[in-house]
């Protein structure tokens, strides 16, 4: 492949300078949702009332300073691109970076269970020609494109349908020079199974963040990933019941002084609205909410010893740079 340099990233809104982007949240969704469940069991659900509360919080993340989130909302997440345009079309001074693939644990979605090698190994996969349309056209029939691919790997393990799509995913960014955001289960070390299918696939370990890896305190599991080259998701604070406050913060401080700030980035794994979860269950998760590093960790971090210049690594450059390598 050859090397160049991109200068602009897809956005829900059309391309936009990557250096432009500014304070970046590397992993935010605006809306996790089953629409088949929701459409059989639930009463939560009001279209305007959930685009209006969306339009608040990211007005307020806004106002916070933060001018990109990177949403990899994909299949099996609800993934609908229009319903995000409406969103960000109320608040136009904030970029959101859409993604292409497939988030699954297990098997692959029903809709290709008999499709491509699904119904005879030697049939070409489909997944990938549409992970490449929707770098290249659009998604959902709109011309609005992905900027990057997203797959998941949890405590299933490596799956035959997970190890499908996160080889559908490196063949389609072979193809386009789109980058690789993995799903991770740090407590099973998932990433060596990433390593290794990734690796045979000649993906480069610096088109890869290992999202969700921030869920460990191992210091020198994660530095032993930054080294190989791998971007370290630090991108759940506030998820307190998996790994508390204290603990994040102080492990991102550590790599932070051992030199690895070019290699984290920050986010929370929030959502406007998730129906994944009971909303009563929402309470027990105070800090689970888009403003969080910007009120609470960040101000942590520097009491611990980074520096304006990590922090500018981690939210500022190193997204910047994920997505102009290619």
């Not at 059309?14 to 639930?42: I, R």
């Not at 497939?102 to 979605?109: E, G, M, R, S």
């Not at 991770?184 to 990433?194: L, S």
Request: aromatic content about 6%.
């Amino acid at each position: 492949m050859t090397t160049t340099t991109l200068t602009e990233v897809e956005t829900v809104r059309g391309p936009v300078p990557t250096a432009e982007l500014g304070t970046t949240l590397m992993h935010e969704h605006v809306f996790v949702l089953t629409p088949d469940s929701q459409a059989n069991w639930s009463d939560e659900w009001d279209e305007e009332d959930k685009v209006a509360d969306a339009v608040d919080k990211l007005t307020r993340l806004v106002a916070a300073g933060v001018r990109t989130i990177v949403d990899p909302t994909v299949d099996g997440l609800g993934r609908d691109i229009r319903r995000v345009a409406r969103v960000n079309e109320a608040v136009p001074d904030l970029n959101i970076v859409p993604a292409t693939g497939i988030y699954t644990y297990a098997d692959v979605p029903g809709f290709f269970a008999e499709r491509g090698p699904g119904a005879l190994p030697d049939l070409p996969e489909p997944m990938i020609d549409l992970f490449v349309r929707d770098v290249r056209e659009g998604i959902q029939g709109t011309t609005m494109k992905a900027a990057f691919f997203k797959c998941a790997i949890d405590h299933h393990g490596l799956t035959p349908g997970v190890e499908r799509i996160m080889r559908a995913v490196a063949r389609a960014h072979a193809e386009t020079g789109g980058p690789i955001m993995v799903h991770n289960r740090p407590a099973g070390n998932t990433m060596d199974e990433v390593r290794r299918v990734l690796g045979e696939e000649g993906v480069d370990p610096r088109r890869v963040p290992l999202a969700h890896v921030g869920d460990s305190i191992d210091v020198d599991l994660l530095a032993g990933l930054a080294a190989e080259g791998f971007l370290l998701g630090m991108d759940r604070f506030g998820i307190d019941p998996i790994l508390g406050f204290e603990d994040r913060v102080a492990t991102v401080a550590e790599l932070c002084r051992r030199g690895w700030s070019e290699r984290m980035v920050l986010a929370h794994d929030a959502a406007c609205y998730i129906d994944w979860l009971q909303p009563d269950l929402l309470p027990f998760l105070p800090n689970w909410n888009y403003l969080h590093i910007q009120n609470d960790v960040v101000p942590a971090l520097r009491e611990r010893g980074v520096t304006q210049d990590q922090l500018d690594d981690m939210l500022v450059r190193n997204p910047r740079a994920w997505f102009e390598r290619t």
